[in-house]
């Protein structure tokens, strides 16, 4: 994700972290930190607002569960609510489930809300690395198939969470109703055409590895998530694209100067690729649904909007 990426960068370049490898952030609320920790040292203010959303009692999960998949695959899942559509929630690079539960109590009321851990991370099993487009994908679609969970999906994804409900909505349009992508770590063919004429060679070189897994916390390879997307073409259903404004990419992902300046474009071109696509700036943290959360309620209410 952004994170991920701007945190090899990091390595190279004081005060980067990892922004696709530039914008490859690593999230936030990383497998470094505890999800009982998460939202002490992502969110730096709440609003009156996003207090009460957070306010909400901890929704009963009606799925709370490890599921066979087969193939020694089994990753763990949890669901709440039973409004429709489904949302889905995909958390950024290293993260467990627990980092959403904010965001997962305030639409359980509202909507029927699952969220789950990646194989490799918290409850799940393992699996092989790297990790592709195709295997990510299949996990996720299969868990929700194996579970019983109704769709077609309203999709959210957070920094390399983005990257993955994007890649799923692109392979499985049919199964996805809606994709919400908050602070997306662009594709890297066009992060690399756009993006590396303003960093050294050097910092192309840790770019790369990010990239292709070597060192990005999960070890998921976004060449393979970009040409998954790119095969595809423009999504066909409502998606909404939100990034923060340039102090909250900065902090945390070292979104800085040159580099936020060429990842606001790339992250318009997104939502504008189809007539279906919505952008959005919002003054926050690179977690937007930490700090944000109801301005990422309201976005998930408008898209659930149009499916009625």
């Known amino acids: 994700m952004i994170m991920s990426r701007i945190r ?6 004081a005060g980067l972290s990892s922004l696709l490898p530039s914008l490859a952030i690593t999230d936030t609320t990383s497998a470094t930190t505890p999800p009982d920790e998460a939202s002490a040292t992502t969110s730096p203010s709440t609003s009156p607002a996003d207090a009460e959303l957070e306010a909400h009692a901890a929704p009963v999960s009606v799925i709370d569960q490890a599921f066979d998949l087969g193939d020694g695959r089994t990753p763990y899942l949890e669901c709440a609510g039973d409004h429709s559509p489904t949302v889905v929630l995909e958390v950024g690079e290293g993260g467990y489930r627990e980092h959403m539960d904010s965001l997962y109590a305030a639409l359980a009321p509202r909507y029927r809300v699952c969220s ?28 929700l198939w194996e579970a019983d969970v109704p769709g077609p999906y309203l999709l959210v994804g957070s920094s390399y969470g983005a990257f993955i409900v994007n890649a799923y909505a692109s392979m499985h349009p049919d199964r996805v109703a809606a994709v919400l992508m908050i602070s997306h770590p662009i594709r890297t063919d066009w992060w690399e055409t756009e993006v590396w004429p303003l960093v050294s060679a050097e910092q192309q070189a840790a770019d790369r590895l990010w990239s292709d897994g070597t060192t990005n916390l999960e070890h998921m390879d976004s060449y393979s998530m970009t040409e998954a997307i790119s095969t595809a073409g423009p ?17 945390v992902a070292g979104v800085c100067g040159e580099m936020y300046e060429a990842y606001v474009p790339l992250a318009r071109r997104l939502a504008d690729e189809s007539p279906s696509g919505r952008f959005r700036i919002i003054d926050g943290a690179h977690d937007l649904y930490v700090t944000h959360l109801e301005d990422v309620v309201d976005e998930i209410d408008l898209l659930a909007a149009q499916l009625t």
Do not use: F, H, K, W
């Not at 090899?8 to 370049?13: D, E, G, H, I, Y």
């Open 8 to 13: 090899s960068r990091a390595l190279v370049v």
């Open 116 to 143: 789950y851990d990646r194989r490799n991370m918290g409850r799940s099993s393992s699996a092989p690395t790297p990790r592709s487009a195709q295997d990510v994908v299949a996990d996720v679609d299969d868990l």
């Open 235 to 251: 999504l066909a259903m409502p998606y909404s694209v939100l990034i923060p404004t340039e102090p909250g990419q900065c902090a």
